[in-house]
């Protein structure tokens, strides 16, 4: 049950980034994509068992706002990407600092470090969606990805197993990003299904890794199972349509 609870989170915080886009807001686009990062914080160290959850909540929610913050800002520099690394190396330093104030005797500090990190890249990959309507494949781009990644998901809890079940998710998500493409953009139908299928691809991967952790975890870990998966193909989709366009 809590499967199928991700995959509607999927689809629903899909939709979200979508309407978000088309306000033509990048504001109000990045506040959608804040508001996943914080589904994903709340739910992630329940999602990994992690060992404090409160410190890891905290790092990855602030690593998600700080990537949609900075997305706002990065669009129309040169390497809009570079001040992301820059985030990203910060966001290693703060999963450090959160195991130094831990005061449970750190229990299990590998996991911990390493689940921590996982969440922050996550979010910290989300920001991306902020800065892909500026691309030439523009908000076109942004819908394709939206539903490639949806799909993938809903398909990714049919009873299948083993490799089969990647393989399926992966063509439901290049059919409906296909689709899809046909629908918003006509005329750039090929690049638009190249970003669908490295939409797809990173999806699905991360559905192997994922979907099976929100079976039995509760309500908060299946929402962060859906918010993970919006998250993770947001600067895929970004860099695909910015070399393509």
Do not use: C, N
């Not at 914080?38 to 999602?47: D, I, K, N």
Request: net charge positive; charged share 5%.
């Amino acid at each position: 049950m809590t499967a199928l609870t991700a995959a509607f989170a999927t689809v629903a915080f899909a939709a979200l980034v979508v309407v978000a886009g088309y306000t033509a807001t990048p504001t109000l686009l990045a506040l959608a994509v804040g508001f996943t990062a914080l589904v994903l914080a709340l739910g992630w160290p329940r999602l990994l068992h992690l060992p404090s959850p409160r410190g890891t909540t905290l790092s990855v929610v602030l690593t998600g706002w700080s990537s949609a913050a900075l997305a706002v800002h990065a669009v129309g520099i040169t390497r809009p990407l570079a001040p992301f690394a820059a985030l990203l190396a910060l966001s290693v330093l703060l999963a450090f600092v959160h195991e130094l104030l831990r005061r449970d005797g750190r229990s299990d500090l590998v996991e911990s470090v390493t689940g921590t990190l996982a969440g922050q890249a996550v979010a910290l990959l989300g920001g991306a969606w902020v800065m892909l309507p500026t691309t030439r494949l523009g908000l076109a781009a942004l819908t394709v990805a939206a539903a490639a990644t949806a799909a993938v998901r809903v398909i990714g809890v049919m009873p299948l197993t083993g490799p089969l079940a990647g393989w399926v998710s992966l063509a439901a998500g290049i059919i409906a990003g296909t689709f899809t493409a046909v629908m918003v953009g006509p005329t750039k139908v090929t690049a638009l299904v190249v970003v669908a299928g490295i939409v797809s691809g990173v999806a699905a991967g991360l559905d192997l890794l994922l979907l099976h952790l929100t079976r039995s975890q509760g309500v908060a870990a299946a929402l962060a199972g859906g918010a993970a998966p919006v998250l993770a193909v947001g600067t895929a989709a970004y860099a695909v349509a910015r070399l393509l366009g």
